[in-house]
């Protein structure tokens, strides 16, 4: 059975995407046939899997508002291991162009029925705001994955996150619940991170993962070369974290 995951947290700059790519090209290399959805006008994710953003004929943009199947839409980009649909800028308008549409919140949802048996995983990166984006993209999933920073700041945005996604469940999609709680670009040497981790721990309990992201260079270079962590530098402690937290997820069996 196809698993949907959002990658998502309100709060930008928290490594939302970093995890987003590398754990489908985690997931690729323990075997799982993966499908990554870019739901971000930015694009990062689509950068970072190695594809010019910039040349797309169809993108997720086309696929939401019903101008092209999802099937002629999804791309296999070189090296990564794992389908593509992708972003680009155009994915800005939707937002508008979609308040008038029948079943809006699913638009998403109902293309990706056509295709989900052809995927172990399906991964979304979703914006960093509350957008009708990211209300297709929780709309889609059975599950959420929350990459944050062990900082003060990070606690509060998870709050309103989780009252989100509480929301959700009880008006527009009943399956919906958090998975995981990834502690990214983590510091042992800082002891507010260490603090800040077992409060999260002691609150959330086993949805806070054993798996820790360090803070690591080489995936922080990575997406220059188009490529995730887990590709371009596989021995780097940052890929080899994103892996373990790619068979953590398996072995729980969701």
């Known amino acids: 059975m196809t698993k949907f995951f959002c990658i998502a947290n309100q709060k930008g700059g928290v490594g939302k995407t970093t995890t987003t790519i590398n754990l489908a090209a985690a997931l690729a290399k323990l075997g799982q046939r993966v499908l990554l959805v870019d739901l971000d006008p930015q694009g990062n994710a689509t950068m970072g899997s190695g594809v010019d953003k910039h040349s797309l004929p169809s993108t997720v943009y086309h696929v939401l508002l019903g101008l092209k199947p999802i099937k002629a839409a999804i791309i296999q980009p070189p090296e990564v291991g794992y389908s593509l649909l992708a972003a680009n ?124 992201i360090p803070r690591n260079v080489r995936l922080a270079e990575a997406p220059s070369y188009g490529l995730p962590g887990v590709v371009y530098d596989p021995s780097s402690r940052g890929a080899k974290a994103y892996l373990a937290f790619a068979q953590e997820l398996l072995s729980r069996n969701f």
């Open 89 to 212: 800028r155009d994915l800005a308008g939707a937002e508008i162009e979609m308040v008038d549409l029948e079943r809006r919140e699913y638009r998403l949802k109902d293309a990706l029925k056509e295709i989900q048996d052809s995927y172990d995983y399906i991964l979304i990166d979703c914006p960093p705001s509350l957008s009708m984006l990211t209300l297709n993209g929780l709309c889609s999933a059975q599950g959420v994955i929350i990459p944050m920073q062990c900082e003060y700041f990070a606690l509060e945005g998870l709050t309103d996150l989780v009252n989100t996604i509480r929301s959700l469940h009880a008006h527009l999609n009943p399956e919906l619940e958090i998975i995981s709680i990834l502690r990214v670009m983590f510091d042992m040497r800082i002891t507010l991170q260490q603090q800040v981790a077992e409060q999260l721990k002691a609150h959330f309990g086993d949805k806070v993962f054993n798996s820790v």
